[in-house]
Each structure stands twice: as structure tokens, then as C-alpha cells.
């Protein structure tokens, strides 16, 4: 199994939660029965029905409809019919275990069932099980259960420490974040020093995510939270490594993010945004990788500036490092007397 393929496998469970959930509902009277299936979505469709919805079909208040539905969920703990199903709390609590102990809501229902109305028998489950804690979500982190909240908050801790080093728009991939979060998770078991644990962690954090290629940084990073052809084609740049034709650029967005994306948008946008470097003919570079802008004359014209005299050669080697042009239109440029001369040593510098 790959680790991609690890990270997205079923834990399946051995009991089927809606018989569960109707074994449960035994020592409920009817209308607490009703009440918990509109809340939880406890139907064929998985649809929830709020505390409004449910006091008009029963012409109550809301606040009573919140106090019947407090009542079911306490007297099933209390009932025998809870005790009976002790096997299935216990392998539930196991399964949260081997995930990590503290899990995001979704990732562990998505991960528990496989379909919609699967998942909302499983989460009542979990709203039921004395073991089974819901933090509810923030500013900073998702939906997420916990059986340890000693654990819970150590790694509340680390995301916050590992959120605060990350650079605005720094991209870092997944095995050196995933390191990097390490160094800040003190005291816990070796059981949870896991990759596939880590980065399930990693996704309880609303401040850190990952882009389309699998690299992290900031969630609100432009690197991160791609919105248009512009930050696709700075991925496509990163990840190619070296300067490519923009009919390139607009093929490769395509075929690695599936977005159909245009030649002449393409070109547009590497234009306008700054990151983008044009070296040669339709040529695209990035700027991070020390590339000037401007025109082949600008390029003489800061080399010069930048070093002093330099001879033909010199020049030509340099300017060829930032532009994928011939020869020939250097030796055409460094000819402008408006803007380079020769000294008498036959060096060029800046008129």
C-alpha cells in the first residue's frame, strides 16, 4: 500500500451503526425518538431538522425541543441497552486510538463511513459514548474528537508554535513539516510518531494546509489557497524547476490540476504578475530564482552597474544566465553608445 493509499483507507468497523443506533433507541419514547433522528439526521437521507423545524411539527419551544434531546442522549447512556453495546463504544474508542487519539470530524467520519447517512449513525455514536469528547470548532482549528485531552491540547500547542515559524508565503513539503511539527509535540507516545498520524494532526489546523501538490505553508498563502491561473502557473514554475514556455504552462494546469486554462490567459497573467520573469521568446521564469526583469538591454545594463567593467565575454555569460536570447542580440545591444561604451582596456561598462 502507497503512503497516499494509507492516509485514505476505511477503518472498517465490525458492528453496523444504524442496528446499533435501533437497539439503543429501545428504552426511548416516541417522540425522544423522533426528536434525536430530525437532530442527528437519524434518516434515509441523512437531512437534519433544527430546533425551530421540530418545535412547530410538535408545537413547543425550541428550548424544549433542546431539553428533550438532552434527556434521550442522557438517559441512553444510562439505560441497560447502553451497557449491552460496551463492545461497540470499546472498538470505536480503539479505532480513535489508531488514528491518533484527536482526530478533525470529518476526517474521522469520512474515514469511519462510507456514505453520508453511515456517517451521521456514527457520529450520534460518538455524541452518545462517555469516552468520545467534541471540541467544537474556532478561529483556529476544525471540528475535532478526542479520547485524551491532555493530548489534545499538546497538539493545539504545536500548531500554534509550528504556525508562528512559517513564513507568509513559505511552501514546505510534506515530510519536512511533518518533521518540523515533531519538534514541537513534547511528551507523547511513540505509538503516535506516525506520518499518517502526523499529518491528520497536521489537518486539525484551519492557519496550515496544503496545496494541490501536497505541499504545506499557510492556509491563506496565495501558494497555498490557489484561486486563479496566475498562482496555478507559479506551481507549475516551482515544480518544473526551470524556465518554460507559457503554451506549456497553460497544458501542464491543465493536466496536473484538471483546470482548463486558456494560451492567451495563460500568457496574460504571467505578464501582469510579478513572480513571472519573461528570459526569452514566450519564455517564463520565476523572479526567486534571481532572474531580473526588464529588457535584454535593462540586463547589460545591471550587470554592468552591479559589477563594474566587464569584457565581452563576461558580459555575454552573464546576460545569458538571465536571458535565453542569442548571442547576437547582446552584441546588437552592448553596441547602443546611449547606454554602454568600451574603455581603453576594451572592457564595457555603463555610458
Not at 456514527?122 to 469528547?133: A, K, R, S, Y
Not at 504545536?158 to 514541537?184: M, N
Request: proline fraction near 2%; avoid cysteine; charged fraction near 30%.
Amino acid at each position: 500500500m502507497t503512503k497516499e493509499a494509507s492516509k485514505n483507507k476505511m477503518f472498517a468497523l465490525s458492528f453496523n451503526p444504524k442496528q446499533v443506533v435501533k437497539r439503543l433507541f429501545g428504552s426511548l419514547p416516541d417522540r425522544a425518538q423522533d426528536v434525536i433522528v430530525g437532530r442527528f439526521g437519524l434518516n434515509q437521507t441523512g437531512d437534519e431538522m433544527t430546533l425551530e423545524a421540530i418545535g412547530k411539527k410538535y408545537g413547543i419551544t425550541r428550548e424544549r425541543v433542546r431539553q428533550i434531546e438532552n434527556y434521550a442522549v442522557n438517559h441512553i447512556r444510562k439505560a441497560n441497552t447502553y451497557e449491552k453495546e460496551k463492545a461497540v463504544f470499546d472498538e470505536l474508542k480503539n479505532t480513535i486510538s489508531k488514528m491518533g487519539g484527536v482526530v478533525a470530524e470529518d476526517d474521522l467520519l469520512n474515514h469511519l463511513g462510507s456514505d453520508t447517512v453511515t456517517r451521521k449513525y456514527i457520529h450520534f455514536l460518538l455524541v452518545v459514548g462517555d469516552d468520545f469528547n467534541k471540541i467544537k470548532e474556532d478561529t483556529e482549528f476544525k471540528h475535532r474528537w478526542h479520547i485524551d485531552g491532555e493530548l489534545a491540547e499538546k497538539i493545539h500547542d504545536a500548531l500554534r508554535k509550528l504556525y508562528t515559524k512559517l513564513g507568509d508565503d513559505e511552501i514546505i513539503p510534506e515530510s519536512e513539516i511533518v518533521a518540523s511539527f515533531l519538534e514541537h509535540l513534547k511528551d507523547i507516545s511513540n505509538d503516535y510518531k506516525q506520518d499518517e498520524i502526523l499529518t491528520r494532526w497536521l489537518s486539525i489546523s484551519k492557519n496550515v494546509a496544503k496545496n494541490p501538490l501536497g505541499e504545506w505553508g499557510r492556509s491563506k498563502s496565495s501558494n497555498i489557497k490557489t484561486k486563479g491561473v496566475r498562482d496555478y502557473a507559479y506551481l507549475i514554475l516551482r515544480k518544473h524547476g526551470s524556465p518554460i514556455h507559457f503554451r506549456e504552462v497553460a497544458k501542464l494546469i491543465g493536466e496536473v490540476f484538471k483546470k482548463k486554462a486558456h494560451v492567451a490567459t495563460t500568457h496574460n497573467e504571467l505578464i501582469k504578475d510579478p513572480r513571472f520573469v519573461l528570459v526569452g521568446r514566450g519564455l517564463y521564469a520565476l523572479k526567486e530564482w534571481g532572474y531580473s526583469t526588464g529588457i535584454v538591454k535593462d540586463v547589460i545594463y545591471e550587470i554592468l552597474k552591479k559589477n563594474g567593467p566587464l569584457s565581452k565575454e563576461d558580459v555575454l555569460e552573464k546576460v545569458m544566465k538571465e536571458r535565453y536570447v542569442k548571442a547576437n542580440t547582446v552584441m546588437v545591444n552592448l553596441q547602443n553608445p546611449k547606454f554602454f561604451k568600451k574603455n581603453k582596456q576594451g572592457m564595457y561598462t555603463v555610458a
